[in-house]
Every structure is written in C-alpha cells, then in structure tokens.
C-alpha cells in the first residue's frame, strides 16, 4: 500500500460499529489490491460535503450506513436497477467518473441463501418491514419469489413495501399484521427474520413467533449477524429446518462492493475469517 492506493470507505455515524473495515481491507491485502477503505464519521448534516470530499479525491465508491441510506441519493449521479426500486443506496460506485448508487444488503442475502435454496418460485415470509427487509424483499422479488408475505408491527411500513412488490414487481404479496404470535403458515417456503430482534447486546430477545409452526423442510434465515446464532435459528435447528445466518449476507455484500469497486472477486472465507474475529 502507498499513499497513492485508491480509496474506498464507508460514511457512518459516529455510534456505528464498523466491522466492515477489518474485513474488506483483510480482502484488499490477501489479494494485494492496492485499496484502501476507511471508516469516516459523517453526520447528517455533513452528508453532501462528504459525497463531494470523495469526488474531489477521486474515491472509487464507498458504503452508506444507517441514516445515509436514502438522503445520500440526491448527491448522486444515477443509480442502480434494485436502488431505484428500494429507495435506498448502501453502496456507491464511481463508473465513468459518475456516482451510482447500488444496494448490495439484498443481493448479498440473495447469494447467501442461494447457496442453500433456490427463491424462485417459492413462498417467502419476511419478519419486519425496514431498510433490510425492503432490500431482502425487493431482491427476492427480482429473482421471481411467487409470493412475499410482510408481517410487521407498524402497519403503514408493511403495507408500503407490499405496494412497492405489487406495483413494482411480478411477484405478489401480502401484509400479516404481527399483533399476535405469528404462525408460519403451511404454503411459506422460507422465513427471514429482518428485524433488528436478538442482536448483541438483547441476545435474549425472543420473536413473537411460535417456534411449533417450524416444518423440518422450511428454511430460516436471520439478518442478525452479532451473534449469527440467535435463538430464531437455534429454535428452527432444533425442528430440523435448514438455516441461514446473517454472517453470509454482510460478508456477501461486502464481496459485491469490492467487485465493484476493483473489478477482483475476492475470497469471503478471508473476511468471514476476520469477521469472526472481531466480532
Ligand atoms: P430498521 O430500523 O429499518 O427496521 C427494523 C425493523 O425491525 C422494523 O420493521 C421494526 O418493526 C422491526 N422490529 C424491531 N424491533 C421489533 C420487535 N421487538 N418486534 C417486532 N418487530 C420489531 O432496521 P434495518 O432494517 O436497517 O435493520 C434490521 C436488522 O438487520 C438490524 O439488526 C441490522 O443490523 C440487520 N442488518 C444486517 C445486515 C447484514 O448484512 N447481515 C445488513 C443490514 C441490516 P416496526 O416497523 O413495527 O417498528
């Protein structure tokens, strides 16, 4: 590495633990890709003079933490087919010397599951209705799912990103509204949890979900990835379910940014090995 290696990064605020550093840049050094990528506390009100730091230093692209996903996209060029349909941008790309903004949160969950089962054509319940469901739900939707159940807590939330999959998709879906301990009902293929239950430190947390409504043939994914196993997939492991930790999904979207970024498919098993260390 020397002072000239390209620059990628990560625009977070400042309460954000960033284990996305140690991983990619773990990927840049086993492959000798002389990039950098570098964590910068950015706050809301600083998010345009950001975006135009990185212009002005040539930064080949960066990812957008939690509250940047959606404002970032004024400052930007164009953006991506599953971006434009989400509404939110994780990660930006400097093609042609213009911004795109692209969200691999979703396209790194696809790989993960992918990896176990095929969504297409499938009946797919997602718990929750924020920024990873809507990204999860939109990719899912993309590779031909059949059908996407939302059950979430707030109403409006889950009713919009029902409209977003009707309107904007093939696939056709529906909301549960999560008042009461969700049953899994018989035609739901595949389960993920995309809400922020049984993340470090609330490991105790349990979902509103009855754990008996588990068939041995459904499979659970969960988005958490501190700690991967969470009493979700530890309830579906123990009724025979294959499961899905949310470890893939980060370290997928990850692979995905770097790919973008340096044209290199690199190694995940280098940054799940170095995610689980920092972890
Ligand atoms: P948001 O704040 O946008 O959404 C959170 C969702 O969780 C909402 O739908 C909310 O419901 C629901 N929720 C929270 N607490 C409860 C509860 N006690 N009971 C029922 N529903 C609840 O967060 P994100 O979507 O951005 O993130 C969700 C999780 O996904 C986080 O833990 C994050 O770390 C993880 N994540 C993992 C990634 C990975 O690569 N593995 C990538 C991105 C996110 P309501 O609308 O009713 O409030």
Request: aromatic fraction near 6%; proline fraction near 4%.
């Amino acid at each position: 590495m020397n002072f000239l290696s390209k620059i990628t990064g990560s625009f977070s605020t400042p309460s954000a633990a960033n284990p996305t550093v140690a991983m990619v840049e773990a990927a840049y050094k086993h492959h000798g890709l002389d990039f950098r990528y570098l964590n910068c506390e950015v706050l809301p009100k600083d998010l345009e003079a950001a975006v135009k730091g990185a212009r002005a230093m040539n930064w080949v692209g960066f990812n957008c933490s939690l509250p940047h996903k959606v404002e970032v996209i004024k400052f930007l060029d164009g953006l991506g087919e599953s971006a434009k349909l989400m509404g939110a941008v994780n990660c930006v790309v400097l093609r042609d010397g213009k911004y795109i903004g692209e969200n691999t949160d979703g396209k790194g969950f696809l790989k993960s599951l992918k990896s176990i089962i095929d969504p297409a054509g499938k009946s797919i319940a997602i718990l929750g209705a924020g920024g990873a469901a809507r990204a999860i739900a939109v990719e899912l939707a993309l590779e031909n799912a059949s059908r996407i159940t939302v059950v979430n807590r707030d109403q409006n939330k889950g009713k919009d990103l029902v409209d977003l999959i009707n309107n904007k998709t093939k696939c056709k879906s529906e909301f549960k509204d999560w008042s009461t301990k969700f049953e899994v009902p018989d035609h739901v293929q595949i389960l993920v949890n995309a809400t922020s239950i049984g993340m470090s430190p609330d490991i105790d947390a349990r979902i509103n979900i009855n754990p008996d409504s588990f068939r041995a043939d459904l499979v659970v994914a969960d988005v958490i990835v501190n700690p991967p196993m969470t009493n979700l997939l530890k309830d579906a492991k123990a009724k025979g379910c294959q499961i899905v930790d949310g470890l893939g999904m980060v370290i997928n979207q990850a692979v995905l940014g770097i790919k973008f970024w340096t044209g290199e498919d690199v190694d995940p098993e280098v940054m799940r090995k170095k995610l689980l260390e920092v972890l």
